[in-house]
């Protein structure tokens, strides 16, 4: 159970910092595919997590590998992306956000009783809850309604991936 915690903490924090390096640059970086643009299915190594590198690189990588995964679910034309990408990266800020007051206040209130934690995730659920909601319609100026499903099923399915690498790797460590 510890190491359940613990893998989704971890993925937690990647998924943060990967938001927070991709809502910092306001362009794809030289390399990055770019979003709206159709792509050929993408391969094992493209699934793979980045590994090694320089600092920073590693998710770097895993912020492209996102793009261009949400991108091929999507099926984004570029007219769309154009109009998709500022939307979701401020979805994306916003969930940050949320997630780090969230990080705040369980250091700040480990000393809460069981009932009062758990009003606590409530309302961070519900908070969540609240930020998609608003987004659905945002999403919505910008792509059908069909689209903005394949997303949230993208985001999922992202991350499912991402736990199953982190498993994999773990046991092979």
Do not use: C
């Not at 493209?46 to 996102?66: F, I, Y």
Request: a positive charge.
């Amino acid at each position: 159970m510890k190491m359940l915690k613990k893998g989704t903490l971890l993925l937690g924090i990647l998924l943060v910092y990967a938001g927070f390096s991709f809502a910092q640059q306001p362009q794809p970086r030289p390399g990055a595919p770019r979003p709206g643009m159709n792509r050929a299915p993408m391969n094992q190594h493209d699934r793979e997590l980045p590994r090694g590198g320089q600092p920073g690189q590693g998710m770097e990588r895993l912020e492209a590998t996102k793009i261009a995964f949400i991108s091929q679910k999507m099926d984004l034309s570029p007219k769309e992306a154009e109009k998709f990408w500022p939307i979701y990266n401020q979805y994306e800020k916003e969930n940050r956000e949320l997630l780090k007051q969230r990080r705040e206040m369980a250091q700040s209130k480990s000393d809460m009783s069981p009932e009062n934690r758990l009003n606590e995730q409530f309302e961070f659920e519900e908070r969540m809850l609240e930020i998609r909601k608003k987004y659905t319609k945002e999403f919505g100026k910008a792509v059908s309604s069909d689209k903005v499903l394949r997303l949230f099923e993208a985001e999922r399915a992202f991350k499912a991936n991402l736990v199953k690498e982190l498993q994999q790797r773990r046991q092979r460590n």
